[in-house]
């Protein structure tokens, strides 16, 4: 089993930056890639970012594409989501997911862990 716990969420307006984190404990982390999926009211969950269990290889959705930053920290058993240059369509519930696999994924059903979730508010 693996625990996920995220925080770093929050309101912010249009134009500012939030930093998400992920930690992890259970199983070897440094084995598993880690990806971020975002909820929006009324929408399905979609993905936003992933990362190789190396950290050599990442993957954004094309929304967020050069305004997010998804890094790890294997030491620590955690994963970062920087948000930069935040716009009202990125409030949402943000999941952090881990998977048996060491490379990155943008599915959601590649995915065998999921955290309970942080909510991000951006007003306009």
């Known amino acids: 089993q693996v625990q996920l716990v995220e925080s770093g969420g929050g309101l912010v307006q249009a134009g500012d930056s939030l930093r998400l984190s992920c930690a992890a404990s259970?199983?070897?982390?440094?084995?598993?890639?880690m990806g971020w999926f975002r909820q929006a009211p009324g929408k399905e969950r979609e993905f936003v970012a992933s990362i190789s269990s190396s950290g050599g290889s990442t993957a954004y959705a094309a929304s967020v594409k050069g305004r997010f930053t998804i890094s790890s920290d294997n030491a620590k058993n955690t994963v970062f989501l920087q948000m930069n240059s935040l716009k009202p369509e990125d409030t949402a519930i943000y999941y952090c997911a881990v998977r048996g696999n060491p490379f990155t994924a943008t599915k959601e059903q590649a995915y065998d862990y999921w955290g309970q979730g942080t909510q991000v508010t951006v007003s306009s």
């Open positions: 259970g199983r070897t982390f440094s084995s598993y890639a």
